[in-house]
């Protein structure tokens, strides 16, 4: 496994050495001597943390440290300032520094302060995650929040569905109670991939009542930071079809995004309670 990256920023050779003595073993290290060489090194060495000096030509560290906090790429990483002026750590702080180390330094402190900074960094990014089951219908990918899901089961037998709008026309008994199967493809107005014997059903629960979605294939679930995540209220694009509106967020799985879904978009509440007492009656009887 390799090491976690650190970029040392500082205009004097002696205080880098010194930073470098102490770290390397640790950490894979890299370095520039001035805040617009720092700025120009972030992107491409993508470092867990910066070790910043404050005083130096061409840019001084609070302006680097403001440049970092404002771009939603490198904001996550943390910043410990190293400086010998101590007047300026409140200010520091108050920009989004992790941490204030006064120079002169020991050892045991800065492999202290670098120690709790990757871990704060650690615990926001857990804070965020989210556990996602990723599934594809018609050549469209997307996630849903594993919460939700209780089982995956290939598709079985199913009966016709007595009421409901064309894509819940179906259901199927589930230790012995009925449970109506959503056909995404038609909810996305996309045709299948795979056929009726190869699709699988991946069994949700929303508010209380079971829904089973008719999806080709599914991923294996995954945990996903924050990093990997962007929320937000609304993604527009006709490729997902009526429920282009209704993504709760954005996963990035390498060069693409992929729709994160509330299940409660797939079917209101009135609808699978009314499905669910025409069937409940019916799945009672058979049982008898």
Do not use: W
Not at 173 to 184: A, H, I, T
Not at 226 to 231: G, L
């Amino acid at each position: 496994m390799s090491l976690p990256s650190l970029l040392l920023v500082d205009d004097s050779d002696a205080i880098l050495a010194l930073e470098r003595a102490i770290l390397s073993g640790h950490y894979a290290l890299n370095t520039a001597s001035n805040g617009k060489e720092a700025l120009e090194k972030v992107n491409r060495v993508q470092p867990a943390a910066i070790l910043l000096d404050l005083s130096m030509p061409e840019m001084d560290g609070d302006e680097v440290l403001k440049r970092l906090k404002a771009d939603p790429i490198t904001s996550p990483i943390p910043v410990i300032i190293i400086s010998s002026e101590v007047s300026r750590a409140e200010a520091c702080l108050e920009l989004g520094a992790e941490l204030f180390l006064a120079k002169p330094f020991r050892a045991d402190e800065l492999l202290s302060a670098v120690e709790n900074a990757l871990a704060n960094a650690r615990r926001r990014a857990r804070q965020g995650s989210m556990a996602l089951l990723r599934l594809t219908v018609g050549g469209l990918e997307f996630a849903i929040p594993l919460d939700a899901v209780r089982q995956v089961i290939l598709q079985p037998a199913t009966r016709p569905l007595p009421l409901g709008p064309g894509y819940i026309s179906e259901f199927f008994e589930l230790r012995g109670q009925p449970v109506c199967v959503l056909d995404l493809a038609r909810r996305l107005e996309v045709a299948h991939q795979e056929t009726v014997e190869e699709r699988k059903l991946v069994i949700l629960e929303i508010d209380g009542l079971q829904l089973a979605l008719s999806v080709d294939a599914v991923q294996d679930p995954e945990e996903y930071q924050s990093s990997d995540i962007e929320r937000r209220d609304r993604v527009g694009g006709a490729e997902h079809g009526q429920l282009r509106d209704t993504p709760m967020g954005m996963l990035r799985a390498g060069d693409r995004s992929v729709p994160i879904f509330d299940p409660r978009a797939f079917a209101t509440q009135e609808l699978l309670r009314e499905a669910v007492h025409v069937l409940r009656p019916a799945g009672v009887e058979r049982s008898a």
